[in-house]
């Protein structure tokens, strides 16, 4: 394979005192030295050694894929400051030089003949990355570009001190920083090789972006762990990349077609595309979910930060790592996750308990369904969910989570409006007696709805309101004769108490 100026140029600083030079071209566009004879144009594409130069090349550019190794008598004729061209040290031995020239080309040459040998096996990523550690010698990572760890260096499980770069909660953490920071989320669209710095995930990491029909799929990484990365391996980062990109594209034809998962059912049951029980209840049972579990439903909106790094479905598997049991999944545009809470061990207040800290970190705000018995009942149980999550968003936004139980009463509130207006809906009554306090400014309605809310305690209720008993009694005999209210009937109370909180809903929301 061809090698770049910059790498080269390093490895021959190991044993030779060679010139500074800045900016030393970086591209893989060399191929093995060759001597400088009698040759009619400069080697381009090579390593040129050369011991002399013929006349005619003297005052002949230097191509562009080229790096010339002058010795010191054919540099005394020819003097140039390119980046390109360096004269080597008196002692120097052109034979021993291109030896050890050869070596560098032969070590290169048999890593890219073990990765075509890979691909032409069908071997898989962790082959490529282990096989690619000598060349490196720093851990190699494979992640989605929604952040899943796809694949890693072996020398990870084998060295201790390393084992924090695929712990989920260390990358939980990352992840969680590097999506708040702006050059993470432009590095995004990179196409070349890029150092993301040390303070995102505490090393400093050089990434490639792998691409899928021109969108950001995966990312290669090289993590600084130990040992110092150089420029000089970002292309041969990038070439490694070309050999992951193959089996990335293989593996997903070969994926195409797979199974019913888990997943697909419950995206089935939700959407309706699945509707037959006795189906769904013998595809859950394969999944050992059955009809003797107890289950419920989070439903969780994605935050803005997660649908711009496409990083769902890190946060369905972290959860899904984090609590046994579940099912986590994107649905429309929402993270919708199922809880068999038989096999997860646990009631709904200890998963909050155990997950309300990842929803806060994530930013994730979810509604939560009321446990059910059976699996007849779980596309309600997400109903529920996105209810809770709708509505509790709505009226208690200040919260993270929302359950159903909590928001049930503003959702039958909202329900007996959905198809008439508060106004069409409310007791007569109710409205009678508002429109009499408008018009002569007293508090008929208020007392009638502290009386209610006491439970019909007229002690109680003129406490309340710090008037004389006697008071709130007049007061009660005059709504009597407004609206002529019947204390006795429990339904027209319900009803009472139902207009009022009705009324209260839409101030609310106005």
Known sequence: MNLSVRLIINFLKQSYA?????????TLNLGRPVFLTNQDHWPGGHVCICESIPDHLLSEPLPDDILVLLSPRAASGYHSA?????ELPDLCSLP????????LFDKYDSWDNSLKELIKNEGNIQNLLDISFPIFQNPLLLRAADFFMLSYSSIIDENPGLTHLIDPNYSFDTLTTSKLDPYYNEARNYKEPFFLPEYLSGSRELCINLFQHRIFSHRLILVEALGEITEELAPLLAHLAGYVQLILVHSDMENIGEGYSLEHLLSDIISGKETDYSIIDSHLSEFGWTSAHTYCCMNLKIASLDQQNLTSKYLCHHFEEIVPGSCAFRYEDDLVIFINLTRYDGSVDQLLNN?????RDSFLKTGVSNPVKGTMDLLYCYQQSKIALDIGSKYQNYRWVHRFEDISLYYLMESC??????????????????AYDIRHHSEYCETLKIYLETHLNAVQASRRLFIHRSTFLYR??????????DFEDEDMLFYLMMSFRMLSLRRDIS
Do not use: A
Request: with cysteine; net charge positive; aromatic share 8%.
């Open 96 to 103: 021993e030089l291109f030896n050890q020239l050869q070596s």
């Open 417 to 434: 409006t959905r198809e008439l207006p508060t106004h069409m809906v409310c007791s007569q009554k109710l409205l009678t007696l508002k």
């Open 82 to 86: 390119s980046n390109k061209l360096f």
């Open 355 to 359: 997950t309300v800290l990842f929803l």
């Open 18 to 26: 060679l010139q500074y030079r800045k900016n030393l071209p970086n």
């Open 476 to 485: 009660l005999d005059r709504i009597k004769e407004l609206i002529s209210i």
